[in-house]
């Protein structure tokens, strides 16, 4: 490609085309993002970070994904407008390999100003870098496009992103720049090498250096010295150096002050000039708006993954229905453990969940290790996941958003002459803060304190969550509490009632009892799951009888055997 040679380039508009598209977002129906401020206190207890971990593609989502879903939006319109993407998502796999597939090129593109001259570097860098933005965004144009024009879209956010798209792919700028970006792009392509002549004077010093051809190949240093000397290459195209001379400072600053690499960059500048021109009709595109839709894509992708492969284990999933705030209800068919569905599918246990006029507060009673922890977390999970427009794994359910959750679980390294106070500040925040749209879920509250406190404590805390009006799950071994109900419904007046819930046990022809891991609405067992403890810690009355060496036992047989005789 010698470098006499001119090539003509697209004829440049004085006026700048504009490339620009509307910005639909997939998560909120107005475009704009509310509180996306993230973080919760209760992650930790509900165990988010599994969830948080498949719906993550890489740690790049991580932060996003956390934010959709402890941010809990109270808009009924915003968690339909989800559903309905992700149910878009579902139905279209193709969809799905579609958006991974773009993440990337989506992730390369200038969310921004105007792309040109806003650089520290030569005009060629700057504008090889400007035709692979350009590049990437027709690319990413395309596919999109493509992929949503062939899936059958019910969701008014993606018909809104598909219509954005087929718009755009008709404007006339947009089939221009279809058209010049092949052309623009073929001469820095073949750009690899530079043929540069240098003039010496009688005492063979460099005198002044002249530019005799730009090369589509690599200068050749594979060859021995004796055929570098005599210009002999190993193909008859092949330029064979005798010696290399000095790469590129890596320093910028270092690299301006060399005479040689200041002529060179003129010349690239020169060279880079017309194409450069040529691009800067297309500096303004709907690059911003596409890169916006990067996170989006990547969460619902992820989440329609997520969902067909525990279908395929077969874990159930269904689409809740949305209720409104003010009706305060958790109607769950079957529900299963969300942590459990991704880890253990097989040990997923179903258990319905009923929060309505009949009953907002439950008093969950049970043995240790009887499910009373995984129901209290998979009845938030749902809650959390039911917010961020994602179907649960259950039969069916309907659901009002709740405006905060509140948690207490005790934590095992917490000390305890220190606990009771660390939850009696919790639960003041609880009390202080909480509205009659509030969730509340306590998990062994005050069981650092003896069995007759526990129950003075624990009775207040439910008058005062009836009064406020909470739906809640208070999680205990005190099956006493369960007792109180109607003295607490008698104290305080309230809309939020009161019922039990026990963790299930088949009891065997034996008498031993066998946890089912199942919650169910009913009052508490009383001795029978005492009973199951003792024989789980091996020290029911016949393990323990049955325990005891016969040595033992003839010893203190013989013992009294001997005092009676005396």
Not at 104 to 115: D, E, I, T, V
Request: a negative charge; proline letters at 4%; hydrophobic letters at 40%.
């Amino acid at each position: 490609m010698p470098a006499k040679n001119k090539r003509k380039f697209p004829l440049v508009s004085r006026q700048r085309a504009q490339l620009d598209i509307p910005l639909t977002s997939l998560m909120w129906p107005d475009g704009n993002a509310h509180q996306m401020t993230g973080g919760a206190a209760w992650e930790g207890d509900l165990g988010l970070s599994d969830l948080v971990k498949v719906l993550a593609l890489n740690a790049r989502y991580t932060p996003y994904v956390r934010q959709i879903l402890t941010v809990l939006t109270t808009d009924v319109a915003v968690i339909r407008w989800r559903q309905a993407v992700l149910a878009d998502f579902l139905a279209n796999p193709a969809l799905v390999d579609t958006a991974i597939g773009l993440l990337k090129r989506l992730a390369s593109l200038q969310a921004g100003s105007p792309l040109l001259g806003k650089r520290q570097r030569n005009l060629l860098l700057e504008t090889a870098d400007h035709l692979a933005e350009l590049d990437s965004f027709v690319n990413v144009v395309e596919d999109l496009h493509a992929t949503l024009t062939a899936a059958q879209l019910q969701s008014d956010a993606l018909r809104e992103v598909q219509q954005n798209l087929a718009d755009l792919v008709a404007d006339p700028n947009f089939k221009a720049l279809q058209a010049d970006l092949p052309e623009l792009r073929e001469p820095l392509d073949r750009i690899t090498s530079l043929t540069v002549g240098i003039n010496l004077d009688v005492e063979l010093r460099p005198e002044s250096a002249v530019l005799l051809s730009i090369n589509d190949f690599k200068v050749g240093a594979g060859a021995s010295w004796v055929l570098r000397v005599m210009g002999i290459g190993q193909g008859e195209e092949d330029e064979v150096g005798i010696s290399h001379l000095h790469r590129v400072p890596e320093d910028l600053n270092q690299r301006s002050l060399s005479p040689l690499f200041q002529d060179l960059d003129r010349l690239l500048t020169q060279i880079a000039q017309p194409i450069a021109r040529a691009l800067n009709q297309y500096a303004r595109t709907g690059g911003a708006a596409l890169a916006y839709l990067e996170y989006e894509l990547a969460f619902f992708a992820a989440a329609a993954q997520m969902i067909l492969k525990s279908k395929a284990k077969g874990v159930g999933f269904c689409v809740p229905e949305v209720a409104e705030p003010s009706q305060r209800i958790i109607q769950i068919s079957g529900l299963g453990n969300m942590a459990l569905v991704l880890t253990q599918p097989e040990r997923v246990v179903q258990s319905d969940v009923a929060f309505n006029d009949s009953g907002r507060i439950a008093i969950l009673t049970g043995p240790n290790s009887g499910g009373k922890t995984t129901y209290l977390r998979s009845v938030g999970l749902a809650q959390v996941m039911f917010q961020a427009g994602l179907h649960l794994p259950a039969k069916e359910a309907r659901l009002s958003p709740v405006d905060t959750i509140y948690t207490h679980f005790p934590a095992l390294e917490t000390r305890q002459e220190g606990r009771l106070a660390e939850e009696a500040a919790r639960l003041r925040d609880v009390f202080q803060t909480a509205t009659d749209q509030s969730l509340v879920l306590l998990n062994e509250t005050f069981s650092s304190t003896s069995s007759g406190e526990a129950i003075y404590l624990a009775q207040d805390v439910l008058c005062g969550l009836r009064a406020i009006g909470v739906r809640a799950i208070f999680a205990t071994h005190l099956i006493e509490l369960a007792e109180k109900i109607d003295t607490v419904e008698s104290t305080v007046s309230g809309d939020s009632k009161l019922f039990s819930l026990v963790a299930g046990i088949t009891v065997g022809d034996d008498g031993e009892g066998t946890p089912t891991y199942q919650i169910i609405r009913g009052l508490p067992l009383g001795q029978s799951y005492a009973r199951e403890i003792a024989r789980r810690h091996g020290i029911s009355l016949e393990q323990i009888l049955a325990n005891r060496k016969p040595k033992e036992l003839t010893t203190e047989t013989q013992s009294k055997s001997e005092k009676t005789k005396r």
